[in-house]
């Protein structure tokens, strides 16, 4: 995640990965963990609020988090000696997290003029997803 040293990420990742049930082993069971929700019927996909249920550690982790997201990503230096030694599958996942958060972030705020405050746990939503992904990757 930008802006956050390797600890707060790892310890968010843990967080979100936690639940492992052999029914419910998709990505829609594992976001609602930290309080994110989604429904689906056929075509339609409606995704909700992020909840006062689960961990309020990871909550505030995924929002703190999500306010990076505001400036394009870019590889810098740090960034480029903490992933030396990563695989490359989670430098992937990581990097299209960076793009995709990036223009939610812009579209929500620049295009459809909303509040910040509610672009962030928007964006904190979708990096639930994202931190999902990476605790799953191999």
């Not at 999500?66 to 000696?81: E, M």
């Amino acid at each position: 995640m930008p802006g956050q040293t390797p600890v707060p990420s790892s310890s968010l990742t843990r967080t979100v990965a936690r639940v492992r049930h052999p029914n419910f082993n998709t990505g829609t069971y594992e976001l609602c963990r930290p309080g994110a929700t989604e429904s689906s019927s056929g075509e339609t996909r409606r995704q909700g609020k992020i909840t006062k249920t689960g961990s309020k550690h990871a909550r505030r982790l995924l929002v703190e988090g999500a306010w990076h997201y505001r400036k394009a990503p870019a590889r810098g230096v740090t960034l480029q000696r903490r992933q030396e030694g990563q695989p490359a599958n989670v430098i992937a996942i990581s990097w299209q997290a960076q793009r995709r958060l990036h223009n939610v972030w812009q579209r929500l705020a620049d295009e459809r003029g909303k509040r910040r405050t509610i672009v962030a746990v928007a964006v904190a939503r979708e990096l639930t997803g994202f931190c999902w992904a990476l605790a799953r990757a191999d």
